[in-house]
């Protein structure tokens, strides 16, 4: 009687490794892009935690330049001061939002498109981010 061997083929093996090892480079690729998204939400809620307590930043400009102090400080490129919105909230105080889309490359001309939305009130209005 003839024993049977039991095992994974090579054919086998790279079908399970390629899907595998596309998932890891693609994961590597994204690093980078969500590294800088968390220095961005990291110096919005310092911006916001530097004026709470009561503490009314006053004007737009004030909250801009503290923004764009914090941004140097984490050394982020993008996006920029000028892609960070200010504006009055509702409840009075000043919403600070930073929508921006980010893209990883991934092989030749294929990209990830990326959205980002971070969102933190500052002054009198209390309120917390998203």
Same mark, same amino acid.
């Given at each position: 009687? !003839? #024993?049977?061997?039991?095992?994974?083929?090579? *054919?086998?093996? %790279?079908?399970?490794?390629?899907?595998?090892? &596309?998932?890891?480079?693609?994961?590597?690729?994204?690093?980078?892009?969500?590294?800088n998204?968390?220095?961005?939400?990291?110096?919005?809620e310092?911006?916001k935690?530097?004026?709470?307590?009561?503490?009314?930043?006053g004007?737009?400009?004030?909250? !801009? #330049?503290a923004?764009?102090?914090?941004?140097? *400080?984490?050394? %982020?490129?993008?996006?920029?001061?000028?892609? &960070?919105?200010?504006?009055?909230?509702?409840?009075?105080?000043?919403?600070?939002?930073?929508?921006?889309?980010?893209?990883?490359?991934?092989?030749?001309?294929?990209?990830?498109?990326?959205?980002?939305?971070?969102?933190?009130?500052v002054?009198?209005?209390?309120?917390?981010?998203?």
């Amino acid at each position: 009687m !003839r #024993s049977k061997q039991a095992g994974v083929t090579l *054919i086998g093996w %790279v079908v399970l490794l390629i899907p595998m090892g &596309i998932c890891v480079y693609t994961g590597i690729r994204l690093t980078p892009v969500y590294l800088n998204y968390m220095k961005v939400a990291r110096t919005l809620e310092q911006v916001k935690t530097e004026y709470k307590g009561g503490s009314d930043p006053g004007s737009q400009q004030a909250i !801009r #330049s503290a923004v764009e102090r914090h941004l140097n *400080i984490e050394d %982020v490129d993008y996006p920029d001061i000028k892609d &960070i919105k200010i504006a009055r909230g509702d409840k009075g105080g000043w919403v600070v939002s930073a929508s921006y889309d980010d893209q990883a490359p991934l092989f030749a001309n294929v990209f990830i498109l990326i959205s980002f939305d971070k969102q933190v009130t500052v002054g009198s209005g209390g309120g917390g981010g998203e």
